[in-house]
């Protein structure tokens, strides 16, 4: 095989060279600084590559889109964010944008308009539904998922905020694995506990975190796998899992991850 | 004698419209306390949303078997009202069932419709005591509802059983009468009814006349019963009987993630970027500024007057059902937050400041607000902002929007929220990310990537 390696070419460099990517990436915050998550930008930028996509991130441009801070109140903060994120992406003249983060998702999408930013945004799960509608992703069936019991948690920045419950479901249905639902999914799905910015604080008193209730649901399901489409569910239910013991029998990853390692990416 | 009973039910009726207006009045002012906010967009969905949620009850069907029993409430409600039109006509002309030989055959069957009706609200209204009395259905037993919600369903099941059984034994009596062929009820044929007639045996000892003094007491007791219903309704959750219609007509249309933008904040903040602020006065500089500055509100809310009227109307609208608190992960998980309790400490708070005004007393100057007096900061930060409570409730009421302004006040206007997050404000400020890492430390993840060749090498 071509011993070529990943190319993850910036806007700014792209530009220069007088070229133009056919999408933006949107990478995020939990995408770059992230440890765990930052493996799930990894297997996308490797799925964005091995299918020829042509793209390019902002790297050290992007900045955080403000979503924590509007959810906390602090709506100042976040509208000094989008309106310098709107400045640098009007600037080079974006129109397309895929991003692995539900809440960078949201934002751009229904709270970036009104501030005078207009671009067609995808998330993650929909952009590699359509890779493998289109053929462009060929999962084999088989791989090392085929016929594992899988389960998708649904994030709420993704569902009920924007409707997107069966893009998810159809990456994890090519993977031939035996999907599993939850008892509470789809609109009537349990958050993770991390939206609203409480990722970024301590819990208010009560008799349990959100996380492990939600964990025990995923858990109950008998699933080895706990797929999920965003870095805050991520990390909630990986500790929640951990919490249980159960990180050598149960994994959480990442619908693109699933992909990638599925494509032996 | 028929004169005076006419001259008295107009009185009634008269004496009820007047309480009825005056409440009416003060709801409405009440939600004009809340700011004012453009929803008068796309008409054809919004009444195609009223037409779904509310007239056709979509939301109340995810739970089928309760969805089904408020439906027969529902219809008998509304179908009765057939009814009361011609009780009302009877009592002002001093008629009896005025409506019976104009239908001719149709009414019997009319009102064996409505009988039937009445019956199935009587049977479910039995259900649903049993369900929040004895079964002790979880929602119903939450720490917000108190002695006076809990009463306050009570008092409107059992009004409905009453009302339903007036009118039940009402047409029994009538039917006997009808039958007995006494003064005026003998040119009537219009009984026995479906399910009237198995009452009609409790009256068989009873005398011509002690008949007709039911007869008329069933009557006024079911008239009276309802026009004191109607005024009760405006002091109660029953109060979405009316509300749920313009209350999903108004709807919020955007996706449910779009938090609602703050102009004011974005003006500012294009100030300060040196961007121009209102591109609008941009293209047409002759455009007048305004004389007065336009005053700045609040940033966030405080109290209800920081609300909008869409907030406010939907505190009204709300049915203290409990499927967003039950849906609530921060509720689920024992925390204090309960959206059902935010829409009921709005309301609360708006029929305090109501009442006030109505007394010439402070009204919002009172020391009090929304914030602090009845809903705690602890309630308010444990939301996740996961949208279960608006998808949830029946009558697509928002306790999310009040939450979120709420917390800008916190935020913004009083500057005080934990410290954590006033450490993630700052690094979102000076780091351009959550966390404290270096911005130029951003795009790290990918050094490692170039160097890898592809195709799992
Ligand atoms: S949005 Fe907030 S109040 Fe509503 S269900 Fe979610 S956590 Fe509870
Ligand atoms: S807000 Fe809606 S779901 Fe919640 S108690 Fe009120 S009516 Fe029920």
Redesign the interface.
């Known amino acids: ?8 070419p ?1 806007l700014a460099e792209m530009i220069a060279e007088g070229k133009e990517p056919e999408i933006l990436f949107w ?1 995020g ?1 939990a ?4 440890d765990r998550y ?1 493996a799930v ?2 297997a996308f ?2 799925i964005l ?2 299918v020829g996509i042509n793209f390019a ?1 902002l ?2 441009e ?3 889109t ?1 979503d ?10 976040f ?3 989008a ?2 994120n709107i ?1 640098v992406l009007n600037g080079y003249n974006v129109k397309k944008i895929v991003t692995a983060c539900p809440h960078c998702f ?1 934002t751009i ?3 970036y308009p ?2 005078g930013g207009n671009y067609e945004i995808i998330h993650h799960s929909t952009f590699l539904q359509q890779l493998i509608n289109q053929g462009r992703i060929k999962l084999q069936g088989g791989g090392e998922f085929k016929g594992k019991r899988i389960t998708y948690h649904d994030s ?2 993704l569902g ?4 997107i419950y069966e893009a998810p479901r159809e990456v994890l249905a090519a993977l031939d694995a035996d999907l599993v639902e939850m008892k509470r999914s789809r ?5 993770c ?18 996380n ?3 964990t025990e649901e995923a858990l109950a399901t008998g699933a080895t796998v706990i797929a999920s489409a965003c870095p805050f569910c991520m990390t909630m239910l990986t500790d929640g899992v951990k919490n249980k013991e159960k990180e050598t029998q149960v994994k959480v990853y990442d619908i693109a991850e699933l992909i990638a390692r599925a494509e ?2 | 004698m028929d004169y005076i009973s006419q001259v008295l039910f107009v009185m009634c009726l008269l004496v009820a419209g007047y309480f009825l207006t005056k409440r009416i009045n003060r709801i409405r002012k009440n939600i004009q306390l809340g700011k004012a906010e453009d929803r008068s967009d796309n008409p054809a969905e919004r009444f195609k949303i009223m037409a779904l949620i509310a007239l056709g009850q979509k939301k109340m069907f995810d739970k089928p078997i309760v969805g089904l029993m408020h439906l027969v409430i529902y219809l008998g409600f509304i179908i009765i009202n057939l009814e009361i039109l011609e009780i009302i006509l009877d009592g002002i002309l001093g008629t009896h069932r005025l409506f019976a030989p104009y239908l001719g055959g149709l009414y019997i069957y009319l009102i064996i419709i409505f009988e039937f009706l009445a019956v199935g609200v009587i049977v479910t209204c039995v259900i649903f005591l049993i369900r929040r009395n004895i079964l002790k259905i979880r929602r119903f037993w939450a720490y917000e509802i108190t002695k006076w919600p809990r009463t306050d369903a009570n008092i409107i099941l059992i009004t409905e059983i009453l009302l339903m059984l007036a009118f039940l034994s009402w047409n029994a009596s009538d039917s006997i009468l009808q039958q007995r062929e006494v003064g005026h009820y003998a040119g009537i044929n219009a009984g026995p009814f479906a399910f009237s007639q198995w009452l009609m045996p409790l009256f068989t000892g009873w005398s011509d006349s002690a008949i007709m003094v039911y007869e008329r007491f069933a009557w006024w007791f079911h008239i009276l019963g309802i026009l004191t219903f109607a005024i009760y309704v405006t002091y109660s959750k029953h109060l979405h009987i009316a509300l749920a219609f313009p209350n999903t007509y108004f709807s919020k249309l955007a996706p449910k993630g779009k938090l609602q933008n703050m102009p004011v904040v974005t003006n500012e903040v294009k100030q300060m970027l040196g961007i121009p602020a209102d591109p609008a006065l941009e293209t047409a500089p002759e455009t007048p500024q305004p004389e007065t500055p336009v005053e700045i509100g609040r940033f966030g809310a405080k109290d209800i007057n920081d609300l909008t009227w869409k907030h406010l109307m939907d505190a009204y609208s709300c049915t203290e059902c409990g499927r967003c608190t039950a849906a609530c992960p921060a509720n689920i998980t024992g925390k204090k937050l309960s959206p059902r309790k935010i829409m009921m400490d709005t309301r609360d708070r708006m029929e305090e400041v109501g009442r006030s005004l109505e007394k010439g007393g402070p009204g919002l100057e009172d020391g009090k607000s929304l914030i602090d007096s009845y809903v705690t900061r602890e309630e308010l930060l444990a939301c996740t902002t996961c949208n279960a409570c608006v998808s949830a409730c029946p009558v697509n009421i928002n306790p999310l929007d009040i939450i979120i302004e709420l917390r800008r006040y916190m935020a913004m206007e009083d500057a005080k929220v934990p410290g954590s997050w006033n450490a993630m404000f700052s690094n979102i400020e000076n780091n351009m990310a959550p966390w404290k890492f270096s911005p130029s430390d951003r795009f790290n993840w990918a050094d490692k990537l170039k160097e890898t060749p592809q195709n799992g090498q």
């Open positions: 095989m071509n011993p070529t390696t990943y190319n993850v910036t990478v915050c995408g770059s600084f992230d930052k930008t990894i930028v490797k590559n091995a991130v790297g050290p992007e900045n955080c403000g924590p801070a509007r959810r906390a109140g602090n709506d100042f903060l509208q000094m964010q309106i310098a400045q949201n999408k229904n709270e009104e501030l709420c920045y009920r905020a924007n409707k609109a009537k799905g349990l958050c506990g991390a939206g609203g910015s409480q990722m970024f604080k301590e819990a208010e008193p009560g008799s349990k975190e959100i492990i209730e939600r032996k990416l």
